[in-house]
T-cell receptor, first 113, second 110 residues
Framework: EPEVTQTPSHQVTQMGQEVILRCVPI?????FYWYRQILGQKVEFLVS????????KSEIFDDQFSVERPDGSNFTLKIRSTKLEDSAMYFC???????????FGEGSWLTVV | SQQGEEDPQALSIQEGENATMNCSYK?????LQWYRQNSGRGLVHLIL?????REKHSGRLRVTLDTSKKSSSLLITASRAADTASYFC??????????FGTGTRLLVSP
């Protein structure tokens, strides 16, 4: 079964530092997403990306966040100046029309100290 | 906006018993999906049910959908200790985003 892969699996960063989380979506998928899950809470939508542009974003996805698909395979989430409250598990996902299913990666734990 | 709310929040059963989790949502949907999450791990897609379907089976999983009540249930039959996880329902109206529920934590004791 094809997979969405994410790196790093865990990152600890100091408040104010920039973080880039990387994702390799499933190869023939065209829609990409970032979600996050603060410890013990529900999974929250951050942003969706299609045709090299953001198609929808949530209130959480403010100016500190950006996404990019720098080449044909990677999809990145950048947090410019991390805050303590950005500590969460960040999930990348991609959508495949063949099975009409959104597939998630294993997540990247971000701890901001 | 849509919101999925699962109940119960936590469920503790013995191996071999059935586990039923419920999900309610607020707005019209295209489909509803159930995901599983082991502690600290990623989300694993279990099953998708379209808005025009009422019931769907996959192995030991049975999902129902009642669009008139805006609710769904997930039944896991003959549960195993390995089924211990959190289970989330998620709704979407298209490709754009999933809206997740609060999840049910299932504990299956040997």
């Amino acid at each position: 079964e094809p997979e969405v892969t994410q790196t790093p699996s865990h990152q600890v960063t100091q408040m104010g530092q920039e973080v880039i989380l990387r994702c390799v979506p499933i190869s023939n998928h065209l829609y990409f997403y970032w979600y996050r899950q603060i410890l013990g809470q529900k999974v929250e939508f951050l942003v969706s990306f299609y045709n090299n542009e953001i198609s929808e974003k949530s209130e959480i996805f403010d100016d500190q966040f950006s996404v990019e698909r720098p080449d044909g395979s990677n999809f990145t989430l950048k947090i410019r100046s991390t805050k303590l409250e950005d500590s969460a598990m960040y999930f990348c996902a991609s959508y495949g029309p063949r099975r009409n299913t959104i597939y998630f990666g294993e997540g990247s734990w971000l701890t901001v100290v | 906006s849509q919101q999925g709310e699962e109940d119960p929040q936590a469920l503790s059963i013995q191996e071999g018993e059935n586990a039923t989790m419920n999900c309610s949502y607020k707005t019209s949907i295209n489909n509803l999906q159930w995901y599983r999450q082991n502690s600290g791990r990623g989300l694993v897609h279990l099953i998708l049910i379209r808005s025009n379907e009422r019931e769907k089976h996959s192995g030991r999983l049975r999902v129902t959908l009642d669009t008139s009540k805006k609710s769904s249930s997930l039944l896991i039959t003959a549960s195993r200790a390995a089924d211990t996880a959190s289970y989330f329902c998620a709704t979407n109206t298209g490709f754009q985003k999933l809206v997740f529920g609060t999840g049910t934590r299932l504990l299956v004791s040997p």
